[in-house]
Structure formats: C-alpha cells, structure tokens
C-alpha cells in the first residue's frame, strides 16, 4: 500500500484524483544498535527513506504531486534536481505514462541518481550553473508554458513528504522529543513539521518533538542567515545556497525550540562510514549530516541520554557510491592461494 492509501483521509484527494501507487512509504524506523550505545542514548532510530522504490523520500512527495498533476490535466511533469528528485519523478511519470522534463546542474549530479532519470524515460537537460539557477530557469518556464512543476515548492509535493512524520508517530506511540533530518531546499524540514502537528491536531500525538536541522558548512544558508552564491559540500542532495522552503524551515526550527546547524563535510563523511559499519545503514552523504550532527549536541551535553531522537535517513547510500568510497580502504588484489589468503587476512 503507498502512502495516498495509507494516509488518504490526511492528504488532498478525492475520489477523482487518479490512483498512483509505487508501494512508497511505510519505511521502517530501526532501532539503533550500536551508535545509541556508544553515545549513551536509550532511544535512538533511524527512519530508513532510503527503502522507498527509486531510494530516497522523495516518493512520498512526489506521489501526491504527480496524483494532483494528472487530475488537473497536465500532461508534462517538470522539475530542477540536484537528483533524487528527478529519480522519483521520473519514475512516476514512467509509470502514469506522461512526459517527464528534468533539468539538473551540470556536473553536480551524482551518476546513479542521473541513471534512473535516464532509465526512467525523462528528458534530461543539464544546465550550466549551480541548483539555485536550474530552479529558477524552471520556475520561469513553468509560469508561461504548460508543464506541471514537481518541485517541492509544489505545496502538494510537501502534503505527500509529511506522512513520514505520521509513520514516526504511529511506529512509537506519539511523537519523538527530537527529530533530526537533512536541511536542503528546506521542503522535508517543512513537511515534517506540518506532518507532526496535524497528527496532534487529530489527537494522534500528545506532543511535538523539537525539530533539528544540518546543513552542509559550504552550503549553509540558513544557519549563516543569507543566500549562498557557490555552495559547495560533497553532500550533493543538500547542495543548495537559496532553499525554496526557507520560511517554512524556520518555522519549524523556531516554533519547535529547535536548531539548525552546520556540519563539516569531514564529519558528514565519516559519520557516514560509521552509519554503514556499526550499524549496517548504508544512507547517502546528505543523510548522514543529521547524525553527524546528533554527535556534536550529544558531545556538547545538549540532548538529555534518556531522550527519544530519530535520525532520518533521508537517500539510499548506493545513490552517490563515489562519494563514499573515497573514504574507505580499496579491496585487496593478489594471488594465491588459501594460505596465502589466510595470511593476509590474519586469520
Ligand atoms: C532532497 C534530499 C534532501 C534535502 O531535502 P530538502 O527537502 O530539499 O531539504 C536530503 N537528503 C536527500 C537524500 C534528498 O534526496
């Protein structure tokens, strides 16, 4: 079941809004087994978006978009992508048999995030410049030609992503007291927090966690307070300096009693690796700015040990392997036998 079944009655459908269903959603929240340990946390998870059907949250969003797009008629779905966007639009378009139009930045894209797209049957046009500029190419387009844009200004793209926010609640019983998450074009940070207090409108939750938000250091804009010309992070899925969803990301950090912070892209990375190696989560870099974050506060005294804290895992690690391998030792190549073999390995 995907999420507009699951969530229908929370969500903007009718019953002339077209079924579009890839099974997205319902991701599991793992519990942490090892990380939580070493940093004293009893009640540590993660929400694994990585397991959604084209490998990131984005399908959440973008199955109420592309709903919403059809019954309105349009026949062309478009969007700017740093690529996961584009990966899961693509898909659905695929699947609803309409055309799909992606414009991504040119040498910013990581490759298996651009192989879906091309897979998937879009168009794929790769502008010159950073995100911030793809985004408003599209924008501008999309005011005077007949295409439907998918990005997650697209508010119904945000109705979509909160249902994560439902599924945190149903899975532990009401909401966590802190949620950390990645902060790009700001869409999630935003979604979640709407998804988080409706739940508690319809009695479902009886509180509200605080929402903390990572940005990249090169790629900081919110924390800094002013739009970044050039960001830079190798952390591409939040490799945005102008995020279309500033207001709402405050917001949340705001009326939450939250935080949004900056993390290095060295912390990012080897948070990463010990995702992967002491947990077996292989997320993205993006994904692991959160956790590297969650350190820090935890190092600094700022989360209380017995507190509930869910990290989200927001894209799957075989997204962008190239960022990651650069950071772990090479397979070992020889000849031989198993003695040999056994000998190199220390057995
Ligand atoms: C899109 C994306 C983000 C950033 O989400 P925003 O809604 O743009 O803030 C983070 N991580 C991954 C894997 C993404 O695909």
Redesign the pocket.
């Known amino acids: 079941m995907g999420v507009i079944a699951r969530y229908r009655e929370h969500l903007p459908v009718g019953p002339s809004t077209p079924e579009v269903d890839l099974n997205e959603g319902s991701t599991p929240l793992v519990p942490s087994r090892n990380i939580g340990r070493a940093l004293g946390l009893k009640h540590l998870y993660f929400k694994y978006?990585?397991l959604n059907p084209t490998g990131?949250?984005?399908d959440r969003g973008m199955v109420v978009a592309v709903a919403k797009a059809l019954e309105a008629g349009s026949k062309v779905l478009m969007c700017a992508s740093?690529?996961?966007?584009s990966a899961s639009m693509a898909a659905y378009a695929a699947r609803m048999g309409v055309r799909a139009i992606v414009v991504v930045p040119s040498g910013e894209i990581a490759l298996n995030k651009l192989s879906q797209a091309l897979m998937y049957g879009a168009k794929v046009v790769t502008l010159r410049g950073n995100f911030d500029s793809a985004l408003e190419t599209v924008r501008d387009l999309a005011n005077r030609y007949p295409v439907a844009l998918m990005n997650?200004i697209n508010p119904n793209r945000i109705e979509g992503?909160k249902t994560a926010a439902f599924e945190v609640v149903d899975a532990l019983g009401d909401a966590p007291d802190y949620l950390l998450?990645?902060?790009?074009?700001?869409?999630?940070?935003?979604?979640y927090w709407k998804g988080f207090r409706e739940y508690q409108s319809a009695g479902k939750a009886t509180r509200l966690p605080r929402m903390i938000g990572a940005q990249a250091e090169g790629a900081a804009p919110i924390v800094s307070g002013h739009a970044i010309p050039n960001p830079t992070t190798v952390?591409s899925?939040?490799r945005?300096g102008n995020?279309a969803?500033w207001e709402g990301?405050t917001t949340a950090r705001d009326d939450s009693g939250g935080m949004i912070a900056a993390v290095s892209d060295t912390e990012i990375l080897s948070a990463q690796i010990r995702l992967a190696s002491s947990e077996g989560l292989f997320?993205?870099p993006?994904?692991a700015a959160p956790l590297a974050l969650l350190f820090r506060l935890v190092r600094d005294g700022k989360i209380e040990k017995d507190a509930t804290a869910v990290v989200v895992l927001?894209?799957s690690g075989l997204?962008d392997p190239d960022a990651a391998l650069k950071n772990v030792e090479p397979p070992i190549e020889l000849d031989g036998d198993a003695r040999t073999l056994a000998k190199v390995l220390k057995l």
């Open positions: 978006e990585g990131s949250f984005k740093t690529g996961n966007t997650s992503q998450l990645p902060v790009g074009n700001a869409g999630n940070i935003t979604a952390a899925a939040i945005i995020p969803s990301a997320a993205e993006a994904s927001t894209g997204k």
